[in-house]
């Protein structure tokens, strides 16, 4: 899924898409996040869906990019402050996260190449630490991270 | 039409899955239709087929992606295994044909509750 979206037609569309949470579901911290509008960039439909669940719920406004690529150019075509971060998958086609980072962190644009970005991994292999550290080296920006740890580090960003 | 119960006879821990769905039946249920029509499952034949390791260990490290984020365990176990055994490999590895075989035979069977 790609492509931009106003804020408010992408809540409806994921309260449409995901039906009635139930009441005691909600985080109910909303207030937090509200407001802010996050970048997921994930190739795989079923991660991308459950991500954009827990952010929507948590307040974010949430768009979504298929790959690397794809990030890049909405990231390229934004405004200085439309995204308050990138969450980056790592292992995607056509463009993957790391590839994706050092693109964005290349931009002209100092306020979008500056732009945080928080990979998002589950991994704990060898060459998913060793991408990582690479990934963390693109900049004080750039984080590693689960999806579960990364509302704290969004919201401290 | 799929249900909870059907999905815990199979094996699967709906607990789990539904936890991570923030307890969203409705989602959750949505969620393993799309876990079990992930092309990677046609993706991982192909390479096995072809007896291309790498194309394999690409497909079985997409699946346990979703099909852990669902919690299809009798899915999710092998593999599990099958991206172990392949991890780093560029020729056919004895015993990755079973565990597709078995990837297979899961995805099937779930497809059928």
Redesign the interface.
């Known amino acids: 899924m790609t492509g931009r979206r106003t804020e408010e037609k992408a809540a409806e569309l994921d309260r449409q898409r995901i039906g009635k949470i139930p009441d005691h579901c909600l985080s109910g911290s909303e207030a937090a996040f509200s407001g802010r509008r996050l970048l997921l960039v994930e190739d795989n439909i079923v991660n991308m869906e459950i991500a954009r669940l827990l952010l929507t719920q948590a307040g974010f406004a949430v768009e979504t990019a298929e790959n690397g690529q794809a990030a890049v150019d909405m990231v390229s075509a934004s405004e200085a402050g439309y995204y308050h971060a990138v969450l980056m998958d790592i292992q995607m086609p056509v463009m993957d996260g790391y590839e994706a980072t050092r693109t964005i962190r290349a931009l002209d644009r100092r306020e979008l190449a500056e732009i945080p970005i928080v990979a998002l991994t589950s991994n704990a292999f060898r060459e998913d630490v060793e991408a990582a550290r690479a990934f963390c080296a693109l900049g004080h920006k750039t984080r590693l991270i689960g999806l579960r740890r990364a509302f704290g580090a969004i919201k401290r960003l | 039409m799929i249900t909870l119960d059907a999905l815990k006879q199979y094996g699967a821990n709906t607990a789990e899955g539904l936890a991570?769905?923030?307890?969203?039946e409705?989602?959750y249920l949505?969620?393993v239709g799309?876990?079990l029509a992930?092309k990677n499952f046609d993706k991982l034949k192909e390479a096995m087929d072809a007896g291309d390791a790498r194309a394999a260990f690409s497909a079985a490290?997409?699946l346990k992606?979703?099909i852990g984020?669902?919690s299809l365990t009798p899915i999710y176990e092998p593999v599990c295994e099958l991206t172990e055994l392949l991890?780093g490999k560029d020729a056919p590895v004895p015993g990755a044909e079973a565990l597709a075989e078995r990837i297979m035979a899961a995805r099937e069977k779930a497809l059928s509750l």
Not at chain 2, 20 to 24: A, E, G, H, I, P
Request: charged share 25%; aromatic share 6%.
């Open positions: 991570r769905c923030l307890k969203n409705t989602f949505r969620m799309m876990a992930d490290h997409a992606g979703s984020n669902v991890r």
